[in-house]
């Protein structure tokens, strides 16, 4: 079963920002700076959490990781915003 999460990193070097930008887009969508949202298998979890453990300086850094509950439930209704309306990232499959 997927969860979504939405996960938000505060990270203070920009390399390691970077880094840790680009390994998130293999893991979810990019929605606002420094935060995704994510549709995670439990492997795929521990998956990205391995791989931001790696990268991360755990005295400097700090990767926020909420689960807002399964995805095909009540998450795409957990958001409100204020301002410009949230919109859920679509997924469209590539045929290649």
Do not use: N
Not at 32 to 40: D, I, K, M, R, T
Not at 44 to 54: F, K, R
Request: aromatic share 10%; with cysteine.
């Amino acid at each position: 079963m997927l969860k979504t999460y939405v996960v938000s990193y505060d990270i203070s070097d920009q390399k390691r920002w970077r880094r840790v930008y680009k390994k998130m887009r293999g893991f979810g969508d990019h929605v606002q700076y420094s935060v995704f949202v994510c549709e995670l298998s439990e492997i795929d979890l521990v998956e990205m959490q391995q791989a931001l453990d790696e990268i991360i300086q755990h005295d400097e850094d700090q990767v926020l990781i909420v689960d807002i509950g399964p995805s095909e439930g009540r998450a795409p209704k957990c958001f409100s915003t204020l301002g410009k309306a949230f919109t859920y990232p679509e997924r469209h499959a590539v045929v290649v």
